[in-house]
């Protein structure tokens, strides 16, 4: 089945730096790549995600790339603000339609 | 108008014990989901179904049965609690398979 690896589990940067989560996976056929943000004590919340044939994607701060030859994709933070202090999961759809997780990035955000 | 619901928030029981927990959507989807979030945070799908359907039963204990009456509703059951049950379960759902998930509020279990 689909395997999904996520660096780093714990990532602090200093409010105004980038941070940049990196995941791989190991299934070819995976075509829907999301990334979920959980702040304390909440619910997982999908911020983006990215289909199989899109490269790049942007909202705002927040942007992911996809590299399917590699089979690995990332999200980029800029400008981080504390707000942005969270654990931060990919997922990969496998392809008959489960989802796979990451482990998840704790991201702290200093002032 | 919360799009995904849970119930109770917070379970604390005693080992041995029977418990159940409620999930309700009312965003029309077709796939609902429960996941277990143990303490490292990592989030284990449990199992999901599609339109009543069970389609997908992880390697979980027997222990816990999934019921689902219609598609807007997937209650989860859990026989003889054990300590390593403590968890947030998270029911979630989808318009398909797969696509993007709604998270419910979380039911933190602790089982003592």
């Known amino acids: 089945g689909e395997n999904v690896e996520q660096h780093p589990s714990t990532l602090s940067v200093q409010e105004g730096d980038s941070a940049v989560i990196k995941c791989t996976y190991s299934?070819?056929?995976?075509?829907?790549f999301p990334w979920y943000k959980q702040e304390l004590g909440k619910r997982p919340q999908l911020i983006i995600d990215?289909?199989?044939?899109?490269g790049e994607k942007k909202d705002q701060r927040i942007a992911v790339t996809l590299n399917k030859t590699a089979k690995h994709f990332s999200l980029h933070i800029t400008e981080t603000q504390p707000e942005d202090s969270a654990v931060y999961f990919c997922?990969?759809?496998?392809?008959?339609?489960?989802?796979?997780f990451g482990a998840g990035t704790q991201v702290v955000v200093t002032p | 108008d919360t799009a995904v619901s849970q119930t109770p928030k917070y379970l604390v029981t005693q080992m041995g014990n029977d418990k159940s927990i409620k999930c309700e959507q009312n965003?029309?989807?077709?796939?609902m989901y429960w996941y277990k979030q143990d303490s490292k945070k990592f989030l284990k799908i449990m199992f999901s179904?599609?339109?009543?359907?069970?389609?997908i039963n992880e390697t979980v204990p027997n222990r816990f049965s999934p019921k689902s009456p219609d598609k807007a509703h997937l209650n989860l059951h859990i026989n003889s609690l054990e300590l390593g049950d403590s968890a947030v379960y998270f029911c979630a759902s989808s318009q398909e398979m797969g696509n993007e998930q709604f998270f419910g509020p979380g039911t933190r279990l602790t089982v003592l």
């Open positions: 299934d070819s056929a995976s075509n829907y």
């Open positions: 965003l029309g989807h077709d796939t």
């Open positions: 997922a990969a759809r496998h392809g008959w339609g489960k989802l796979q």
């Open positions: 990215i289909r199989s044939n899109v």
């Open positions: 179904y599609n339109n009543k359907e069970l389609i």
